[in-house]
């Protein structure tokens, strides 16, 4: 906390990514993820934590994910796999999984749902431990997932599939960002496409378990202290997709028990302006 206090006086009231108690506290004007690049130590030790949490922590496991969206019904559909990892140089039915690093999302949801077709997408190098990953997989598995290098930042180049999923993502980057990366994607969204977005979705302050809530607070506070970012209650994501594009709405947020994240599932909303959903 040391850390975030100086950083509050040095730059005050900042969303650069490259303005945090991180930077204060490695004494460097790179941002977390550019600075894990010139840290192979760092780095190393941050993929180990994140494939740690996505297999083995309960409340982060990505197992959550097949519960907590209707996979079955989308049928033959294609999925854009966006994952955390792929405008990062962290090392995170037509659907696709935006920043899928290794792959695992994606691979997870093609063995369980045999008409899914899922695109992944992400940077050159995590993108080639994907492809390693890939060729070990069975033949009716592979045939099934395409890998895309793809930059977040950049538009989307899958258009009209039926959903795009973003998983653990937004939450590292400040709204600005953050509404650049959805901007990228609500342009390429047709009529019937979803955006999935599995992430933290904060409770009313004392509206639920005391443990749980503390747990998610201090994610709160991780995510300002290394990316000038934040976990969002829920007026926080509908307010951030608002900014993003008015017609993109949110449809429903499932947690599933036992996960700490949320799915929200949000559409493109041609209608009149109606009275939020929540």
């Given at each position: 906390m040391t850390g975030l206090i100086q950083a509050t006086e040095k730059w005050g009231e900042t969303s650069a990514t490259n303005?945090?108690?991180?930077n204060i506290v490695h004494n460097t004007e790179l941002s977390f993820f550019e600075h894990l690049k010139t840290r192979p130590d760092l780095n190393e030790g941050f993929q180990a934590y994140m494939k740690s949490r996505a297999v083995s922590h309960t409340g982060s496991n990505v197992e959550h994910l097949l519960n907590a969206f209707d996979w079955k019904a989308l049928g033959q559909?294609?999925?854009?796999?966006?994952?955390s990892h792929l405008n990062s140089p962290r090392?995170?039915?037509?659907?696709?999984?935006?920043?899928?690093?290794?792959?695992s999302t994606s691979i997870m949801l093609a063995t369980a749902f045999p008409l899914l077709n899922i695109v992944i997408?992400?940077?050159?190098?995590?993108?080639?431990?994907?492809?390693?990953?890939?060729?070990d997989l069975p033949s009716d598995i592979k045939s099934r997932i395409e890998i895309k290098a793809y930059d977040f930042f950049t538009p989307q180049p899958v258009r009209n599939a039926d959903v795009y999923l973003l998983r653990t993502i937004l939450h590292d980057w400040p709204d600005a960002d953050a509404i650049k990366i959805l901007q990228g994607i609500v342009a390429a969204m047709g009529p019937s496409?979803?955006?999935l977005i599995m992430d933290m979705v904060l409770p009313k302050p004392g509206s639920g378990s005391v443990t749980f809530e503390a747990a998610l607070r201090q994610k709160d506070l991780t995510m300002i202290q290394c990316f000038n970012a934040q976990e969002r209650?829920?007026?926080?994501?509908?307010?951030?997709?608002?900014k993003a594009d008015p017609r993109l709405k949110i449809q429903a947020i499932e947690r599933p028990a036992g996960s700490e994240l949320s799915v929200i599932e949000a559409t493109l909303d041609e209608s009149p302006e109606e009275a939020a959903w929540f």
């Open positions: 303005e945090t108690a991180y559909a294609q999925v854009v796999d966006v994952s090392l995170h039915a037509d659907g696709i999984q935006i920043g899928g690093s290794s792959g997408e992400d940077l050159p190098e995590p993108i080639e431990n994907a492809k390693a990953r890939l060729s496409s979803r955006l209650e829920v007026e926080e994501w509908s307010a951030l997709l608002t």
